[in-house]
């Protein structure tokens, strides 16, 4: 039988048992038992890695979850708040430094060459 992901399951002790179900009435006898002497035991819905207190909210946060992933993300938004490249300063010099040497090439390309006559 393949492995379930979602179920019902008994937690005595703050502890999980080996009881599961996928339908919660089919634990319900089981529960009973284990509360007379566990009278802490309680019965969660376990979905994607965790426990929950039914598979409604499950489901709600999932929801919730999948419309965070759905939102886009306004062009300010960088990872780790606010994004700058830490080479521009770098590039900006160079950029600078490029153009004032094609200024100077330009203005200087007329003189000093061949006369035509």
């Given at each position: 039988?393949?492995p379930r992901f ?80 830490p080479r521009q ?29």
């Open positions: 039988m393949p979602a179920y019902w399951t008994i937690i005595a002790g703050g502890l999980p048992t080996a009881f599961r179900a996928a339908v919660q009435e089919e634990l319900l006898p089981t529960f009973k038992r284990i509360q007379e002497k566990h009278p802490d035991a309680e019965m969660k819905y376990f979905a994607r890695g965790r426990l929950w207190t039914s598979p409604e909210e499950a489901q709600r946060n999932a929801e919730a979850a999948r419309q965070r992933r759905l939102t886009p993300r306004r062009r300010e938004w960088r990872p780790g708040g606010e994004h700058r490249d300063r770098f590039k900006d010099v160079k950029k600078a430094r490029n153009l004032a040497r094609r200024r100077q090439r330009f203005a200087t390309r007329g003189k000093g060459g061949p006369k035509k006559g």
